[in-house]
């Protein structure tokens, strides 16, 4: 038996009487409260690929909600405290991990609910280069988001997310866990598939004329072999007369053929970068939902745009 | 009332004086170790129903009476802080989930819990009105605290320093009180918790501050080499989180290094509440996990013989109490020789005198073990709560 280290018997009283002030306690519990076994599973996601995979591998038995505002990237999105409310009483929190969605780090979310969905490849997250850092006198410096978040983008990692996911609704509802097995396993498939095609189309690109309007294409990049430099262009924005007379420069110096974008261009953008040579291809993040296209027609679109491009020239 | 009671009920209302002494003597002489019996044993009930209540405790090396009153009341000074990754090796084995614990900080003299919401669930703590901490910055209330400090939803409270001499250490923050908790009548109510997160806030390890790329912050900034800044003691630091600053929050060390004082580790059943006590068996162990109700027992042990040896002491002075009551009567019996003597000549037998002299002592101890049963009853009652309302508060 352990001995009672260090006190005195005065203390001892002092202690019992302390415990006789804090009263009576309510009925004796074992663990944390357990949330509910029936109806359907509240799942809480935080972006439009996790919500989607969740949507599709839970089925009926799974509500899946993403509560941020279509026209907002839940990347950079900071929940309203009734959202956190929502997120704080769901059956399941999906993470994306690779530190997409800032806010988690700041709000108050059980441990017990969370799935980090990137788990499974933490190793394979790719470090940004060139985020600052700083320190307070001597501590060591400290980098704030220093990791690429769009990981769904090499789809090899997003089929390793649905399956975490169909894990995770296993894990919480063991009855039907054949069920989430099926629907994860024709997910993946599904995102296999495009994988594939994918790597078709990388192997068909064969030199560095890509460019790149948003630094958020790492992992389409690393895993399909599409180099090519970025930039930090909107495309609901002109970039102004600097951004243009940079572009031109490096069009003369080595000039690229196609630049990705998050979203349609500006016409006036399109027209100038015709005039550059260069033509835009829309290859949309799908980081939130667009209304009536789901997540991996979303992605094959992408897929068909970026086949058109390249397989054309 | 026949004879004998009515004569001797109308001697102890003449001698008044001599009665009340008589029957608070005989009350107390029978009270005070039947009621120390009992509110001792009624401590011992709540002393182990709150750590019956919590499973197993982990915290690093030390004194587990410490460990255990400082996770399970929050009064005594935190022990030796853990990391976070124990908190992560309590998870990894699968065995248990951990709730971590972080005290030592106070707010209006409560103490300050930083904790994460499985702690809420875990002790079926409801929120009476407000919602609980969704952010950083934000407390919820215990009941106690809430109305020892005036506050409602929508307040601030102001952390307090650690030390008053801490002058150059951490800055108090200001927190947003967002809920009250329901009463539960421990040691919850009084606390005010907050988000772990907001507790390292606390400690100085996490902080808010403008950007130091903007251009309007050279004048805190030391050196710029590339993309490595380095910042002097003039950046200015929030000591508010709003929604307009908390992205700017951050620590300067990785989370499995980040202090805890301790955690709660509810195991999933018995056999794996085991298994875990078994990891940490190693001797070079770091951290110490333990079984609270177990510490609890020790110090009940020691409660017991510190209460047996003031039994023994209260019972010396209730013999020679009882020793002195005895005396009181026969004194008495000897100065009431006369009145003695006149009850004989006007007719009454000897069995009748006695029964006279018997029925006063009879009711003096009568009415002086009632008046002790009714206070044991009082104390078994409001035990308790006398205590709290006249030695705590």
């Known amino acids: 038996m352990r001995r009672i280290g260090g006190h005195s018997l005065s203390g001892a009283m002092g202690a019992l009487l302390l415990a006789a002030s804090a009263c009576t306690e309510a009925t004796p519990v074992a663990r944390v409260e357990p949330r509910a076994k029936t109806g359907p599973l509240v799942v809480y996601t935080v972006n439009e690929p996790l919500r989607y995979f969740a949507a599709r591998i839970g089925g009926p038995h799974v509500e899946a909600l993403l509560p941020a505002p279509d026209d907002v990237d839940p990347a950079f999105w900071l929940p309203e405290p009734e959202d956190l409310v929502g997120y704080q009483g769901a059956d399941l929190i999906l993470r994306s991990g690779g530190g997409y969605a800032r806010w988690i780090g700041f709000a108050s979310l059980p441990r017990s609910t969370q799935v980090d969905t990137s788990a499974g490849y933490r190793d394979r997250l790719i470090a940004l280069r060139g985020s600052v850092t700083h320190s307070h006198g001597p501590q060591a410096a400290q980098s704030h988001g220093d990791t690429a978040f769009t990981t769904w983008l090499d789809l090899e990692l997003a089929a390793q997310q649905a399956r975490a996911v169909g894990e995770a609704f296993a894990d919480a509802r063991p009855l039907l866990r054949s069920d989430f097995e099926i629907a994860s396993a024709k997910l993946v498939s599904d995102l296999e598939r495009l994988d594939e095609r994918l790597l078709e189309i990388g192997a068909a690109y064969e030199d560095e004329s890509l460019l790149f309007s948003h630094p958020v294409y790492q992992y389409l990049q690393q895993r399909y072999g599409l180099g090519g430099d970025s930039l930090h262009w909107e495309p609901d924005q002109d970039p102004g007369p600097d951004e243009w007379g940079r572009l031109a420069e490096r069009q003369a110096r080595s000039p690229a053929r196609w630049m990705l974008w998050e979203a349609e261009p500006l016409p006036e953008t399109q027209r100038r970068l015709g005039e550059l040579g260069i033509t835009p291809i829309v290859f949309s993040p799908g980081g939130n939902a667009v209304e009536g296209v789901d997540w991996l027609a979303l992605m094959n679109a992408n897929a068909d745009r970026l086949e058109a491009a390249i397989r054309r020239d | ?393």
């Open chain 2, 1 to 393: 009332m026949s004879g004998p009671l009515y004569v001797a009920s109308r001697y102890l209302v003449h001698h008044r004086g001599k009665t009340i002494i008589l029957v608070l003597a005989v009350a107390l002489t029978g009270f005070v170790p039947v009621g120390l019996q009992v509110l001792v044993a009624q401590s011992a009930r709540e002393l182990t129903a709150r750590a019956d209540r919590t499973p197993l405790l982990v915290g690093s090396r030390g004194s587990p009476l410490e460990l255990v009153l400082s996770a399970l009341y929050f009064d005594t000074d935190p022990p030796v802080p853990i990391p976070w990754s124990e908190i992560e090796r309590i998870d990894d084995t699968g065995l248990a989930q951990a709730v971590p614990l972080q005290v030592g900080f106070r707010a209006g003299g409560h103490p300050i819990v930083g904790t994460t919401l499985e702690y809420l669930d875990y002790r079926r703590l409801r929120v009476a009105t407000g919602r609980r901490m969704a952010w950083l910055g934000e407390c919820v209330l215990g009941a106690r605290a809430a109305r020892e400090l005036g506050l409602e939803p929508g307040d601030d409270l102001v952390s307090s320093p650690e030390t008053v001499f801490d002058l150059a250490g951490v800055y108090p923050l200001k927190m947003r009180v967002v809920g009250v908790l329901a009463p539960s009548h421990t040691a919850d109510d009084r606390a005010v918790f907050v988000d772990i997160k907001t507790a390292w806030v606390m400690a100085g390890l996490g902080h808010g501050h403008r950007d130091l790329g903007d251009p309007d912050a050279s004048a805190a900034v030391l050196s710029r080499a590339g993309d490595r800044i380095v910042a002097n003691a003039a950046v200015l630091e929030y000591n508010q989180i709003t929604r307009e600053n908390i992205e700017s929050f951050h620590f300067h060390a990785g989370r499995s290094s980040l202090p805890v004082s301790a955690a709660l580790a509810l195991p999933t059943d018995e056999r794996a509440r085991v298994l875990l006590m078994g990891r940490y068996e190693a001797p070079d162990e770091r951290v110490q996990i333990l079984r609270p109700r177990s510490v609890m027992d020790e110090l009940l042990d020691t409660v017991v013989t510190v209460q047996s040896y003031v039994v023994a002491g209260i019972a010396l002075v209730a013999a020679a109490t009882g020793a002195t009551i005895v005396l009181v009567f026969m004194l008495s019996i000897r100065l009431r020789r006369r009145e003695i003597e006149t009850m004989t000549k006007i007719g009454g037998s000897r069995g009748s005198v006695a029964a006279v002299l018997i029925s006063e002592v009879v009711v003096v101890v009568a009415v002086g073990l009632v008046i002790a049963a009714g206070l044991t009853l009082v104390t078994s009652r409001f035990g308790s709560a006398a205590i709290r309302a006249f030695l705590l508060s």
